[in-house]
């Protein structure tokens, strides 16, 4: 990504009024990322979380991750424009843990929260009431339906999916998701939004997983169970994938890097919604791992062990 894309102006518009302030509901991995980069384009962004310390550590997450890029944008510049670069980002950024005065004047919510249907449909239900009739609102669920989650709201045609991907500052994609109601013109401020931020923008539409999870997450399945099988071991089914067919990480490897957690989840959801696509079935070895706290890269064991 390049400096000029980071400071490029934002001239999206939803109606007759210019996106100029984006409120991020959620801190973690996700949620930090998407505040960080909408900071850098140059937006005002409030970062909404449920307690003080949860949001110390976003923003705390959000001043190192800041600190990377401007290493590598500003290598062969003076320190003093990386430390303005890192200031003029953190400034725009505003932490809060009330979520209804976040969006009292919000031109676009993006929702980055746990995946789980009853507690979007929730914070949705309390957002629909609070926000005014301009603001657009968009999930960046990886796996829950667009629709099912837009449901509770009266705005289905200012609904969409925002997913992005982890980390947020470096991957490049975003996925548009529409929903039948969604306008054009929401549909047309989502995609301008998104390339304003940086991001190569792709549309699709509501279906499970949209296009890189639907591919994806099955992909990865069917590695887990080569393994379960006993047709190879963990390390040969990565080695066979990087060197045969070119991929920079392995299946397993990913797994561990996208979180066991997150995969068992997906494919619980899939399942629940498909139980004849065999695909979708869940994993011995995967459940195992989560129930016992081996969630992949995130907390040092999965597939490997990374505290060595």
Known sequence: MSFSVLKRSFSTTVGKNAIKNVVVIGGGLMGSGIAQVTAQAGQNVTLVEVNGDILKKAESNIGVSLGRVAKKLFKDKPASE?????????SRIKGTTDVKSAVTDAD?????IIENIDIKHKLFKTLDETAPAKTLFASNTSSLSIGEIASVTNRKDRFG?????NPVPMMRLL???RIPETSDETYKSFMEWGKAIGKTCVTCKDTPGFIVNRLLVPYMAEAVRLYERGDASVKDIDVAMKLGAGYPMGPLELADYVGLDTTHFILQGWHKKMPSEKLFNTLKTV????????????SGEGFYNYKK
Do not use: P, R, W
């Open 287 to 298: 459940e195992k791992l989560v129930k016992e706290g081996k969630l992949g890269v995130k």
């Open 175 to 177: 996925e548009v998701i």
């Open 82 to 90: 990386a430390e303005k670069f890192v200031n003029d980002t953190k």
């Open 161 to 165: 999916g925002l997913h992005f991907f």
């Open 108 to 112: 676009l919510v993006v929702e980055a």
